[in-house]
T-cell receptor
Framework: AQTVTQSQPEMSVQEAETVTLSCTYD???????LFWYKQPPSRQMILVIR??????QNATENRFSVNFQKAAKSFSLKISDSQLGDAAMYFC??????????????FGKGTHLIIQP | DAGVTQSPTHLIKTRGQQVTLRCSPK?????VSWYQQALGQGPQFIFQ???????QRGNFPDRFSGHQFPNYSSELNVNALLLGDSALYLC?????????????FGPGTRLTVL
């Protein structure tokens, strides 16, 4: 079974600083996707960034970037120039593409990100 | 362009009752997945519907069932409710089964079982 581990239950960062959230996963598959989702208190799960396993280049979306280390099965999220609106739960998720269809997302337990003004 | 919508927002039931939650996918999406998120946990995959059939299922008992309609909207039914079924239920949609694409989530339905 695939597992996703987020080892930091909570992280705190000063506004405008940079923070990195950790994620490791366990799989024997080669074709999969990795995601970071953000869930603010409003509960809406919002896509932050995604990475396709076959792409070596790390994904970037504005202030958000990932460090994808396939051999180490590591997928960390870096948030640059942190803003108060970035405060939320952040979930790392794994998505296996099994040929005939896609299985559901497997999520980690989340990291609570606090932004200090 | 409407995103994924879910109803109701909140629901309170008692043990042993049955509940139905509803989801309308994002425009252009025909695949719907359901997730259960217990307090303080990440979401867990329940099942996925495409072409009105359940295609994939997570580790959930048969008390959890679903349906997808011709307009791609979906329902999640839970029978014989237990206290442990109290959770946020999230619906997600994506464009096409077997297509490598992102799932977009709705705001969720908070179910409380007393």
């Amino acid at each position: 079974a695939q597992t996703v581990t987020q080892s930091q239950p909570e992280m705190s960062v000063q506004e405008a600083e940079t923070v990195t959230l950790s994620c490791t996963y366990d799989t024997s598959e080669s074709d999969y996707y990795l995601f970071w989702y953000k869930q603010p208190p409003s509960r809406q799960m919002i896509l932050v960034i995604r990475q396709e396993a076959y792409k070596q280049q790390n994904a970037t979306e504005n202030r958000f970037s990932v460090n994808f280390q396939k051999a180490a099965k590591s997928f960390s999220l870096k948030i640059s120039d942190s803003q108060l609106g970035d405060a939320a739960m952040y979930f790392c998720a794994y998505y296996l593409y099994s040929g005939g269809g896609a299985d559901g997302l497997t999520f980690g337990k989340g990291t609570h990100l606090i932004i200090q003004p | 362009d409407a995103g994924v919508t879910q109803s109701p927002t909140h629901l309170i039931k008692t043990r042993g009752q049955q509940v139905t939650l509803r989801c309308s996918p994002k425009s252009g999406h025909d695949t719907v997945s359901w997730y259960q998120q217990a307090l303080g946990q990440g979401p867990q995959f329940i099942f996925q519907y495409y072409e009105e059939e359940e295609r994939q299922r997570g580790n959930f008992p048969d008390r959890f069932s679903g349906h997808q309609f011709p307009n791609y909207s979906s329902e999640l039914n839970v029978n014989a409710l237990l206290l442990g079924d109290s959770a946020l239920y999230l619906c997600a949609s994506s464009p096409g089964y077997g297509v490598k694409d992102t799932q977009y989530f709705g705001p969720g339905t908070r179910l409380t079982v007393l």
